[in-house]
């Protein structure tokens, strides 16, 4: 029997000779597999670490943003500045002349915006220019005529300064801005009550994903939110980790009965 370079040779009585390359090879092979694993957990934790403090989840409480999101629905909102909010995001936001509870609405109107209801088609406007909400999606209700309408309510109003103007997705039920334009903001709610904005479903199953953008407001001046929060690529980041510590846990026991065949 000899070895050489990590290499061990060996002849059998019947003068078979048998060769195993399980040192150096072997050796490379685990040490890779060890950093995959360390890759894999950095991701891992990273990720969830990060979504931990930017995320936190929210219960939906009521039909008002049918059929976007739903009463049940846990949902996971990203913790912004009401500066940062846009139009077409959806937030939650608590405001003691609404209730004690935080509730869920979609942001229409912001400071020095003028919303009004409706245009011959039913549309909502903001400053002028025709919404079309696609995210509706059947949540409009119907006027005398049987066209869907933004409002049943005939609405116009300027939103002040630091001001937001929220609505329900789902017209027909949402107790939302339109109960309290006799108030003295008009129906608007300071900026600063908003807790979050949902990006995403964690429950149920069957709904779990991120929360489309709407391009909906893209050509009111001013535009609307540039998007998604971080929460998708923290989900990418994290199945990645799950697959980069599998595979490289795995890689060993594979190894040695590959060896061992």
């Known amino acids: 029997m000899s070895s050489s370079s990590g290499a061990v040779t060996s002849t059998t009585r019947s003068g078979t000779v048998r060769r195993s390359t399980s040192g150096s090879g072997g050796g490379i ?29 929210y219960t939906v409480p009521t039909t008002s943003m049918v059929p976007t999101v739903r009463p049940g629905d846990k949902v996971v909102a990203q913790k912004v500045s009401g500066s940062d909010v846009r139009r077409g995001d959806v937030v939650v936001f ?55 309408r933004a409002s049943l309510e005939s609405f116009r109003t300027r939103v002040p300064a630091g001001k937001l103007f929220l609505l329900g997705d789902n017209r027909s039920v949402s107790e939302d801005s339109r109960l309290h334009l006799a108030d003295a903001e008009g129906g608007a709610v300071p900026a600063t009550d908003v ?29 609307a939110s540039p998007g998604q929060g971080p929460l998708g690529m923290l989900v990418v980041a994290a199945i990645v980790g799950v697959v980069f510590i599998l595979g490289g846990a795995a890689y060993d026991p594979l190894a040695k009965l590959l060896r061992r065949r």
Request: positive net charge; proline residues 6%.
């Open 94 to 148: 608590q405001d003691k002349l609404w209730g004690s509870e935080p509730l869920v609405k979609r942001v229409v109107g912001i400071g020095g915006d003028t919303v009004q209801c409706c245009d011959a088609q039913g549309r909502l406007l903001v400053n002028g220019t025709p919404i079309d909400e696609t995210y509706l999606n059947g949540g409009a209700p119907s006027g005398k005529d049987g066209a869907s």
């Open 195 to 223: 807790k979050a904005r949902v990006d995403g479903i964690a429950w149920p199953t069957s709904r779990m994903g991120l929360l489309p953008r709407t391009s909906a407001f893209h050509a009111v001046p001013g535009g």
């Open 29 to 57: 092979g685990h040490r890779v597999s060890g950093i995959v694993i360390a890759v894999g957990s950095v991701l891992f934790i990273g990720s969830c670490v990060w979504g931990a403090l930017v995320y936190r989840p």
